[in-house]
Structures are given as C-alpha cells and as structure tokens.
C-alpha cells in the first residue's frame, strides 16, 4: 500500500491505518479476501491522493472530498466505481472515529456526498440458456462449469460464496444449499430440482475425476483441473470464459447472475424480505433495488403488449 503521511497526522500514517482497518474486516467482520482485497486498493488510492494534494486525512473536509470524488470521476471511472470508493471511505472513517483516531467532522464529511446508483445489470432467462449450453458436459471440468452456473442461477450466490462451498454444504435429498456470506453469516437456499441434477452429475461423475489428480484431499465442490480447490478469482474466470463461448456481452460478470435470481423472483411474485434472506441482505434497502428492475420488466412487457403502446 502507498505510504503518505500528510500534515499533522503525528506520526500515524494513512497506509498503516488503512492496514489496520483491513486487518479488522478481516479478522473481526469476517468479511472475504475479495471484498478486503477491494477496500485495501481503494484505501491506498485515497492516501496516494491525499499525499499529492497534502490533505490531513484524519481531518479531510467536505470540499476536500468531493475534489477526491470529482478527480476518480474525471478519470474515467464509472459511477458505480466511485461510489464503492466511498463506500470504503465511509466504513474507514466510522472506524477510525470509534477507535478514537480522529473527531467526528472527518466521518460526516463522508455522510454527505451522494452518487447516482444505476440499476444492476441482468441477464434473460434466454442468456442464461445460451449460457449453460456452452459447457461440455463430456468433460470433468465441463460437468464443473455447468454445475456452477447452475448454482449461482438457482441461490444467487455471490461468487465468493460458490468458492467457499464443500460437498457437505451441498444437500441434494434436502434440495438446499448451505451458504456463507458476508461476515461469515449462515443461511440455507432452496435449489429447483433441474440445477440438483447437474450438481449431482457432477458429483458422481466430474469431481471425482478431477479429485484423483490432487495431491491432497480436499472438500471444496469445485476443483481445478488438477484438483485443487478454486478460487474466487478461479471461478470468476471461468464465468468470463463462458460468456464469450456464448457470445454474450463481455461486460457480464457472475454478480449478474446474482441480480438475474433476484429479479426474476421479484417479477414472479417474491415478497422483498423472502428475497432480503435468500441473497442474504443485511439492510432491506439493498434488496429493493431490484424492484425498480422488476418494474422495469413489467413496463417493457406493456410496451410490447399493449395495442396503444
């Protein structure tokens, strides 16, 4: 992490701070090596900016903040980028003032700005038949691939959460997956039977293929090629290489699978705190961004209905 220090900060450096605070999300919140991994760059970002313009951090303004906001913004950086910025500012800052590191005009400095929040980007059912027929399912790592699609279209796991996942999690004659999201929090997903099927294909017939090549025993549901178990990342890039096999568009990432179960169950009748415990939401507002997009659906089918659209 970039090290500034800037005026007045006594000697306590940003980069150690920002350290410190990714250690607690780590070790106290529980949260994945992805998310850390995120906050740890957006941190080192903010304190290579602070040392440029010589800001005391522990005492940054609104003016000050927003100038930070404006320069990601003129970078190129997309809206949804910015606000995850400040999103790690925030939680940086709340963090600071209760381990009484800095006052209170730091933290509500960062409550004010607001960033557009565009809608999640989401894939139609038709997409995501393309999709799964792009796997080979003469393979090992075919079966795996399906298997995952599967998985994340059916539970609308975070992709870490997939990663996470042992063969014990996986409950094929209760029709449920275990799964652990933010903060090591436990919650149960029902699974429709089409996505069992693969997920037990894959079991009897692609892991145990790909098991026989490792080195060393493992429980994870899904393995490399030689068998270890895959990362988040691992998993990420295989996605990817899907969506290209399947011609879709290239700016598509598994989170949009996340959004796709989402919506569609909104658009099938869900109640909103059904689907605030299936995704594993903390805050109800998060999950109803998605009723903007389920209305969105409702309206285009109008359009396309209606005699006098």
């Known amino acids: 992490m970039t090290v500034c220090v800037s005026a007045g900060d006594g000697g306590r450096r940003p980069s150690e701070l920002a350290e410190r605070f990714c250690d607690h999300l780590a070790r106290v919140r529980g949260l994945s090596e992805n998310t850390v991994r995120s906050y740890r760059a957006d941190l080192a970002a903010f304190c290579a900016w602070c040392g440029r313009r010589h800001v ?41 003032e209760r381990e009484g590191l800095c006052g ?25 038949r393309v999709l799964l027929a792009t796997c080979d399912d003469s393979d090992p790592a075919g079966l795996r691939d399906r298997a995952l699609l599967e998985l994340l279209y059916a539970t609308g796991a975070r992709i870490s959460e997939a990663a ?16 652990f999201g933010k903060g090591s929090k436990e919650r149960v997903v029902p699974v429709y039977e089409a996505a069992l099927d693969w997920v037990a294909r894959y079991l ?18 899904f393995l490399s090629v030689r068998g270890n178990p895959m ?9 990817e290489a ?37 995704l594993g939401h903390e805050s109800l507002s998060t999950t109803q961004v998605y009723t903007h997009l389920s209305v969105e659906r409702l309206r285009e089918a109008a359009a396309r209905s209606h005699p006098r659209s």
């Open 204 to 221: 009897g017939e692609g892991r145990p293929r790909l098991a026989a090549r490792s080195k060393a025993p493992t429980e994870a549901l």
């Open 56 to 96: 005391d951090f522990l005492f940054v303004t609104h003016r000050e903040l927003r100038g930070y906001l404006a320069e990601l913004t003129r970078a190129g950086y997309s809206s949804r980028t910015v606000n995850r910025h400040l999103s790690a500012l925030r939680g940086f800052y709340r963090w600071l």
């Open 104 to 128: 209170s005009e730091a933290a509500a400095a960062l409550a004010s700005p607001k960033v557009a929040r565009s809608l999640p980007r989401t894939m139609s059912d038709a997409d995501v």
């Open 242 to 278: 899907h969506v290209r096999l399947a011609g879709l568009d290239p700016e598509l990432t598994p989170h949009a699978m996340r959004h796709t179960f989402a919506t569609e169950l909104l658009t099938g009748g869900a109640d909103l705190r059904s689907v605030q415990e299936l």
């Open 164 to 179: 996470g996942l042992s063969v014990s999690d996986v409950d094929l004659r209760a029709r449920q997956v275990r799964l």
């Open 231 to 239: 990362s988040a990342d691992a998993l990420r890039t295989r996605f």
